[in-house]
């Protein structure tokens, strides 16, 4: 029987060698004349083991990690095509604590499919949303994505469900779907494993929400530093379209609908819904006053959809499960399941869907593993660069969008970034000012000169001109900006500075300049 291995074409996995790994595999299979075949999977997303790579055995899959290509004569030396012990053998991989805790809705096949055959999307249930969709009316489809309690993925926590139904209640005579893939915030990856690891299931999404508002068209709007992620949606949409499932008869029906991927030069803005689309519409990314709503007055003037990746993606389970399903998981107003990618300073950094309510301890101390340095967590910074930052005393705070923000915090795309104690919070503070700076589309004044004279009030503070002087100023300087920018952008760089100052006095008090003795 022919052996089936599986080496990732995940980017974190390819950044850490697996395609040398790949090749060094099929060398082998090649010189030992092995029945093997090497399917190129995405990651399980515990990437402190990647490059792993997995055999299938008639017990599961058997797993190995990290390997390097020089590994991979040793492991074949001893049995690793029947599943054999080798110092990098991690068992049967379904078993691996990291995995066997999480709930996987949203990634369910990433990491364990072809993320290019849509035979195995269809074998481990995908398309089952898309063909329930298509025996629903569109308002019945929008009625079952507002019951899941499904809100965006993409940072504002918005319900999905009334996104939809304001375009399908909005007349127009071409309508769109637009993919927010632009991933900028710091930490976060999870819309590139989709992208990466299950292309289909955000075909899948797209397609349930055309249908849902009457769209024929969407866009996945991505950046250039994400080119594996640009080179599988590319192939996965020509393979959808070849297989029925994109085109002018979605799955045989009267729906048509078909996708696009747009790649823009990756800036942060450009993820803020409305600078996206004036990119996407060829200009530069300058944030859009509202009204209009893209709903109403979106792409090219057109009603319009824009979601996250992963609150897209997250469609297909929905429909296929039904709402209560997906609802039934999670705490409070959010409800289902959160791909949180915990990242930084930390032993076991990756991808752990889970339903709401874990609190930020369970996450990194028992998840993570604390810090890779072995030092003591001083702080996580949740909700990628404009997220507040948690000392160790907020770690009961549960991961949902009101308890963060009745702490000043907020969960953003779920990103966690943990620093151990050597961390300075002044620098961080500076760095947020500065990256509001560098970042700013220059629209508002709060943002534009704000950022700037914030990093100014910072380095006077490191230089301890007038220390009580500056943190009044920083403090008013930061009000301004929280109640006068027209974007998050502007709006949320107090989050991080006002929380490092908050919970992180002393390192705003820099030790008084000691004068030598007579
Ligand atoms: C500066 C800025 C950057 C943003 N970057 C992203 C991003 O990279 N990806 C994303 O999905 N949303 C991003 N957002 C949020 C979007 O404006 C918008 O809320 C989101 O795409 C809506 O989709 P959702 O409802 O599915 O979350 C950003 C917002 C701001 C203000
Ligand atoms: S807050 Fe900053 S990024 Fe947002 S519109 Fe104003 S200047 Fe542009």
Not at 38 to 45: A, L, T
Not at 418 to 433: E, Y
């Amino acid at each position: 029987m022919t052996v089936t291995f599986y080496v990732p074409r995940d980017s974190g996995a390819l950044a850490l060698g697996a395609e040398k790994v790949a090749r060094s595999l099929q060398a082998e299979i090649d010189t030992r004349n092995l029945d093997a075949r090497i399917v190129r999977n995405g990651s399980r997303g515990m990437y402190w083991l990647e490059p792993m790579v997995e055999v299938e055995t008639p017990n599961g899959r058997i797993a190995y990690g990290p390997v390097k290509a020089s590994d991979v004569a040793a492991l074949l030396d001893n049995g690793m095509a029947e599943g054999g012990v080798h110092p990098l053998w991690l068992g049967l991989i379904d078993h691996h604590p990291f995995l066997a805790k999480q709930t996987r809705l949203t990634f369910a096949r990433c990491g364990i499919t072809d993320p290019v055959s849509l035979e195995d999307y269809r074998v481990n249930a995908g398309l089952r949303g898309l063909e329930n969709a298509l025996k629903l009316t569109p308002a019945e489809i929008v009625a079952q994505v507002t019951e899941s309690g499904l809100r965006g993925r993409g940072g504002a926590g918005f319900p999905t469900g009334i996104k939809w139904k304001t375009v399908l209640e909005t007349a127009g005579s071409q309508k769109y779907i637009v993919c927010n893939a632009d991933e900028g915030d710091s930490g976060t990856f999870a819309d590139r494993m989709i992208m990466e690891g299950d292309p289909f299931v955000l075909i899948e999404g797209m397609t349930i929400a055309g249908i849902a508002v009457g769209a024929t068209k969407g866009y996945i709007y991505t950046r250039s530093e994400y080119p594996h992620a640009i080179a599988v949606m590319n192939e996965a949409l020509q393979i959808a379209r070849e297989g029925g499932v994109l085109g002018s008869s979605v799955l045989g029906s009267s729906y048509a609908f078909d996708i696009e991927v747009r790649v823009g030069a990756g800036a942060y803005v450009c993820g803020e819904e409305t600078a996206l689309l004036e990119s996407l519409e060829g200009r530069r990314g300058i944030v859009r006053a509202k009204p209009p709503l893209p709903a109403h007055k979106g792409l090219f003037g057109k009603p319009t959809v824009i979601n996250n990746v992963i609150s897209l993606a997250s469609v297909p389970v929905i429909l296929d499960k039904g709402a209560p399903f997906y609802k039934d998981f999670g705490m409070g107003r959010s409800r289902g399941t959160i791909p949180l990618q915990i990242a930084g300073n930390v032993k076991y950094g990756g991808l752990f869907e889970a339903a709401f309510g874990l609190t930020l301890g369970e996450i990194v101390d028992d998840i993570g593993g604390g810090t890779a340095t072995g030092r003591p967590v001083k702080a996580v910074q949740v909700g990628g660069p404009l997220g507040a930052y948690f000392p160790r005393e907020l770690f009961d705070t549960p991961f949902d969008y009101e308890a963060f923000a009745a702490r000043d915090g907020l969960i953003g795309h779920a990103g966690l970034v943990v620093f151990d104690d050597s961390v300075d919070m002044l620098k961080q503070a500076r760095f947020a000012m500065e990256f509001c700076a560098i970042e700013s589309c220059g629209k508002c004044t709060p943002c534009r000169i704000g950022s700037t004279r914030g990093v100014e009030v910072v380095d006077r503070l490191s230089a301890n001109i007038e220390p009580d002087k500056q943190i009044e100023v920083l403090t008013a300087l930061c009000n301004t900006m929280k109640f006068g920018s027209l974007c998050a952008l502007g709006g949320f760089t107090p989050y991080p500075v006002m929380s490092a100052l908050t919970h992180f006095p002393e390192d705003f008090r820099p030790a008084p300049i000691a004068v030598a003795a007579e």
